[in-house]
């Protein structure tokens, strides 16, 4: 490893990190935290789209669907190989954590319960997934990431044009309308949410002052509604949100943060908006889905080892 002010020095140069020797200690903690965070996205974004994928109307849908899954986790692979490469136990991380130490955002722990819903993650969260490492992928100083994601990137957008073009298809049907709309009522907050703390509150600054990522996640949040809203006007669906010219900004129509209902899929905005604390408490006991989800994931690996024990 080297110190902390050469590795700036080899930033500022415009030179990639490439190995853990061209490293500094919190060079090294930060791109270990923000791949994890990566990588736990999107493996668990694969079962709970499976679980949705049940209600696809076609059997090309539902390949359609699956294709999908199998981008995620390959995607997880190459973010999983990286942090291996970094020093990480890739078996523990993946087969051996509890579900609750985990690292992705909270909206993956909401069951996604028909195909709409499933479209609609398509068309917000993976939109979510291309902004975040569409931005990563142009500004990373980690030379190994950047290269992998040119792959990622590009499924990442099939995903989300994926969901633009059955959300067009749900819209023509009859109470298509009404489904779309029941779904971006609960999932458009918690995508705003995804992008995590406001900058003011951010507590590892180390992302943008070492180059993991180029853009704050107050302007992240608004690379992403500067195209998820447009969307939803197109497809005359109501979101809580508005361009303010004045501004030159997006501006939310609702208390942000806000308590959310996960039983119930539901905003409680009428309670106006709540703290921070509150919501970091929520994310930290993890959603409906979490244990069942992440259970889904090492049941085959837990089944092997459990087989191979009882043949030692």
């Not at 050469?6 to 061209?22: D, S």
């Not at 736990?40 to 899954?69: C, F, K, M, R, W």
């Not at 609609?120 to 190994?144: E, M, Q, S």
């Amino acid at each position: 490893m080297i110190s902390e002010q050469a590795v700036q020095t080899r930033i500022r140069e415009g030179k990639m990190v490439e190995t853990v020797e061209q490293m500094s200690p919190i060079y090294l903690e930060g791109i270990r935290r923000i791949l994890t965070v990566s990588a736990d996205t999107e493996l668990v974004s694969a079962p709970a789209y499976y679980h949705a994928a049940q209600d696809a109307p076609s059997l090309n849908a539902y390949i359609s669907a699956t294709g999908i899954i199998q981008d995620e986790l390959g995607h997880a692979q190459i973010a999983y190989r990286l942090l291996q490469d970094l020093g990480i136990d890739k078996e523990q991380l993946v087969y051996e954590r509890k579900p609750e130490a985990f690292k992705y955002p909270y909206a993956f722990d909401v069951p996604l319960d028909s195909w709409t819903e499933l479209v609609v993650a398509n068309a917000f969260y993976d939109r979510a997934g291309y902004v975040l490492l569409g931005d990563v992928y142009k500004h990373t100083t980690f030379g190994p990431w950047k290269r992998a994601l040119l792959k990622v990137d590009r499924e990442e957008n099939f995903h989300l044009r994926h969901g633009e073009t059955w959300m067009r298809k749900i819209i023509e049907q009859p109470g298509g309308r009404e489904k779309l709309q029941r779904a971006v009522d609960w999932m458009f907050p918690l995508t705003i949410e995804w992008f995590g703390l406001p900058d003011d509150l951010k507590k590892h600054g180390e992302q943008l002052g070492y180059g993991f990522k180029g853009s704050s996640n107050d302007t992240l949040r608004q690379i992403w509604m500067s195209t998820a809203i447009p969307l939803c006007q197109e497809l005359g669906l109501n979101v809580p949100a508005h361009y303010d010219a004045q501004q030159s900004k997006y501006v939310l129509d609702f208390p942000f943060p806000s308590e959310f209902d996960a039983a119930e899929k539901r905003w409680r905005f009428e309670n106006g908006p709540i703290s921070w604390d509150a919501v970091l408490e929520r994310w930290k006991a993890r959603g409906p889905k979490n244990k069942e989800f992440v259970d889904d994931l090492q049941r085959g690996y837990r089944e092997l080892h459990f087989e191979i024990g009882n043949q030692t």
